[in-house]
């Protein structure tokens, strides 16, 4: 039978709303109505559990009220028919099921599945079970965890040895934004639906989905040709391939230059390591410039550097005429010496710079990067540094990390 699902991930990734906007259209359009689709969602989801975990018979599967249990039935239903022994667990009473979820728990009901609540989930011991599908919560999820779903992904994360395969979201994961609710199931493996969620691919939701497996339901080209994404996944096979190939009589001179600047006393091991990168991802030529107590420790084992010890900012002047691109800030520090190279350096023209570590430290003390507007400036900030940038917190950061990224951007 053919594999209903993929472990190579489509390339764009979309906002819930982009999901839920336009698969009813997309379908259509392919001439599925959407019970067809969630009729297809269980089955790519079973064939996963088939294949990957075929000796894991005792099912646990933990249901909300919308359309995420509507695919969580689907697989009950059958996971039932294939001779798996299943436990269906609603954390809402049935009754306020509506849609294609309702029509998918009454096929379940007709097969003679009973359905329990989650508060006896409570009082069971999880060992019971192999598997757990989590199809509590999926595109619709916001905010946190309703208390009595959080309990429950609270115990099952605490079973190490419990496999989890969340059903297109993990509950408590938002899928836009990668927020993560307290208490959010944490997957082994995630299976997501018609087109890659952006929510998925970032910050801490990647401790939470596991491994990313991707179910096209047949909608997904067409779902990509319609709508724009705004979010572009890479892959590190994508990105070598890049890099330009080199000429067979290609020398060092035609491959770039990268100036490195930063290594304050005592943090020489900073700027080293970003010298090394740049040499490792086929810069011709990687020149240092650090502080004169360092050169020797930088240049030790690693003779391709060219390194200078930097005592008065003006010498930076050839050094950067030289360069094709300039990184800041690894092991910079921020005391005078730190200080009067950053505003030198704010003050230079250079073609293309790149902002690290202590440099986005004074970036967040200086109302503007670079008086040259021709520049091309990337930024590398993890959360903490995101978070001064825009002179919020570290959660907010984590809170949204695409409309983050998206503020610094237009800063
Ligand atoms: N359309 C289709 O047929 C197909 C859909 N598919 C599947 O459907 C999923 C999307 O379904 P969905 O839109 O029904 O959302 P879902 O995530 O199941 O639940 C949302 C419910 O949760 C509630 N809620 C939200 N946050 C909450 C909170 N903090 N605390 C408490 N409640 C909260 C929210 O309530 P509300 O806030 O809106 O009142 C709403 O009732 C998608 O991920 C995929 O699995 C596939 O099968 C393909 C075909
Ligand atoms: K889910």
């Known amino acids: 039978m053919e594999s209903l699902y993929t472990t190579n991930l489509p390339?764009?990734?979309?906002?819930?709303?982009?999901?839920?906007?336009?698969?009813?259209?997309?379908?259509?359009?392919?001439?599925?109505?959407?019970?067809?689709?969630?009729?297809?969602?269980?089955a790519a989801v079973f064939q996963y559990i088939e294949h990957h975990y075929g000796n894991h018979r005792r099912l646990l599967i933990l249901l909300g009220k919308g359309n995420n249990a509507g695919d969580g039935y689907i697989v009950a239903y059958l996971a039932q028919q294939n001779g798996y022994q299943v436990t269906l667990v609603s954390f809402v009473d049935v009754k306020s099921l509506h849609g294609d979820a309702l029509g998918a728990y009454l096929q379940c009901q007709q097969a003679g599945l009973a359905v329990c609540q989650s508060n006896d989930l409570l009082l069971q011991e999880?060992?019971?079970?192999?598997?757990v599908v989590d199809a509590m919560f999926g595109t619709?999820?916001?905010?946190?965890?309703?208390?009595?779903?959080?309990?429950?992904?609270?115990?099952?994360?605490?079973?190490?040895?419990?496999?989890?395969?969340?059903?297109d979201v993990p509950s408590g994961v938002n899928a836009t934004s990668a927020a993560v609710a307290n208490n959010a199931i944490k997957a082994n493996v995630t299976i997501t639906f018609i087109a890659l969620k952006q929510g998925l691919l970032t910050g801490r939701a990647l401790e939470h989905v596991g491994k990313l497996v991707f179910a096209g339901l047949a909608l997904d080209e067409l779902f990509r040709d319609k709508i724009k994404s705004n979010v572009t996944?890479?892959?590190?096979?994508?990105?070598?391939?890049?890099?330009?190939?080199?000429?067979l009589a290609a020398y060092k001179n035609q491959l770039g230059h990268v100036l490195c600047i930063g290594g304050n006393k005592g943090m020489a091991g900073a700027i080293r390591l970003s010298a090394e990168a740049a040499l490792r991802s086929g810069a011709g030529l990687v020149s240092v410039?650090?502080?004169p107590d360092n050169c020797a420790a930088v240049l030790q084992g690693r003779y391709e550097l060219m390194v200078h010890g930097i005592d008065a900012e003006h010498q930076l002047l050839a050094l950067i005429n030289k360069a094709?691109?300039?990184?800041?800030?690894?092991?910079?520090?921020?005391?005078?010496?730190?200080?009067?190279?950053?505003?030198?350096?704010?003050?230079?023209?250079?073609?293309r710079l790149v902002i690290d570590a202590d440099g986005l430290n004074f970036l967040a003390k200086s109302d503007k990067c670079t008086t040259d507007n021709l520049t091309e400036r990337v930024l590398t900030p993890h959360a903490g540094e995101a978070a001064r940038l825009l002179g919020i917190s570290n959660r907010d950061v984590e809170q949204d990390r695409f409309d983050s990224a998206l503020q610094l951007s237009q800063r």
């Open 11 to 42: 390339q764009f990734a979309y906002t819930a709303e982009q999901v839920q906007n336009n698969e009813k259209q997309v379908a259509e359009q392919l001439g599925f109505d959407l019970s067809e689709v969630m009729q297809k969602a269980g």
């Open 126 to 131: 999880l060992s019971a079970f192999d598997l």
């Open 140 to 167: 619709g999820f916001k905010g946190e965890l309703p208390e009595h779903f959080g309990q429950v992904c609270t115990l099952v994360n605490q079973h190490d040895n419990l496999p989890v395969i969340s059903i």
């Open 233 to 247: 996944r890479f892959e590190l096979s994508q990105l070598k391939k890049a890099l330009p190939n080199r000429a």
């Open 289 to 291: 410039a650090t502080h």
């Open 324 to 351: 094709s691109v300039v990184v800041i800030g690894p092991g910079l520090g921020q005391d005078v010496w730190a200080q009067n190279i950053w505003q030198w350096m704010m003050n230079a023209q250079c073609l």
